[in-house]
């Protein structure tokens, strides 16, 4: 059973100058359906070791993570660094199973939904699976962008076919720090109320990308797997950001080095 909602904003954390929400999944959801029902804007980020070790790089990115309505744990290493500053209640918010969270939710609650990313033909099956999955989810448009910024006749029709629509929640599945980018740029432009970027998770609930097992998802083992699932795309991130994160999370709790927030 989900906690009830709360009026007061999720407590965060620290971990290297990026507030990271101190919640679990299931009050994750709850302060979702709140926003939903309340027509509450805003866009929610789900960040790992790698979107900290890109803010860190970025200070305009790390202003977008520091912005964001919620700013979920997805990654046990955001959980450990949680727990450690004393947020026993912290867990993983791991962007897929947010997703299916929210779509089982959706179908008392009626939320809508919008999918916006993954290769061509990804987002509409997607569509079809969740559909299956869900009895009753309503899907009410699919949008697959160029890998590249949209023109002004690509937002013009982006805007307009989210007007026709106006979903409860705009899924946004592209690499970080790309989709973070694009909600901080569009969903006060764009008219739907809550924008979740979510990376693959598209790829998972389509059946394109194989997931880590739990069991490697649970010890922060998911890194490795996705790595040798995808050594020349992720061999850059994971063999230079995990040590940088590991150097600076070590000095940021023995007190020798500080991470102010911005």
Not at 68 to 91: E, H, I, K, S, Y
Not at 196 to 224: C, I, K, N, Y
Request: charge should be positive; include cysteine.
């Amino acid at each position: 059973m989900m906690p009830e909602p709360t009026t007061n904003p999720p407590p965060h954390v620290n971990v290297l100058g990026v507030k990271v929400s101190a919640i679990n999944l299931d009050l994750a959801a709850t302060a979702m359906a709140k926003a939903l029902e309340q027509k509450v804007k805003g866009y929610i980020c789900v960040t790992g070791v790698h979107g900290v070790s890109e803010a860190r790089c970025d200070p305009a990115f790390r202003h977008i993570l520091n912005q964001a309505f919620l700013n979920t744990p997805d990654g046990m290493p955001m959980v450990w660094m949680g727990r450690l500053q004393g947020r026993g209640q912290m867990d993983r918010v791991y962007g897929p199973d947010l997703m299916l969270r929210l779509c089982e939710l959706s179908g008392t609650r009626g939320f809508t939904h919008f999918f916006y990313g993954g290769a061509p033909g990804v987002a509409e099956e997607l569509k079809r699976r969740l559909e299956e999955r869900f009895p009753g989810l309503r899907i009410v448009g699919t949008y697959t962008p160029p890998f590249r910024p949209l023109t002004s006749g690509e937002e013009t029709e982006l805007a307009s076919l989210v007007r026709r629509v106006k979903p409860d929640i705009f899924w946004v599945g592209l690499s970080t720090p790309k989709q973070e980018k694009f909600m901080a740029q569009y969903w006060q432009k764009l008219e739907a109320t809550l924008f979740v970027g979510v990376g693959a998770a598209f790829d998972f609930h389509a059946g394109r990308t194989r997931q880590a097992p739990r069991w490697m998802q649970r010890s922060g083992l998911e890194w490795f797997f996705r790595l040798c699932c995808e050594p020349r795309r992720l061999w850059k991130r994971y063999l230079k950001n995990n040590p940088l994160f590991v150097f600076r999370a070590l000095g940021q709790l023995s007190g020798l080095r500080r991470y102010p927030l911005e």
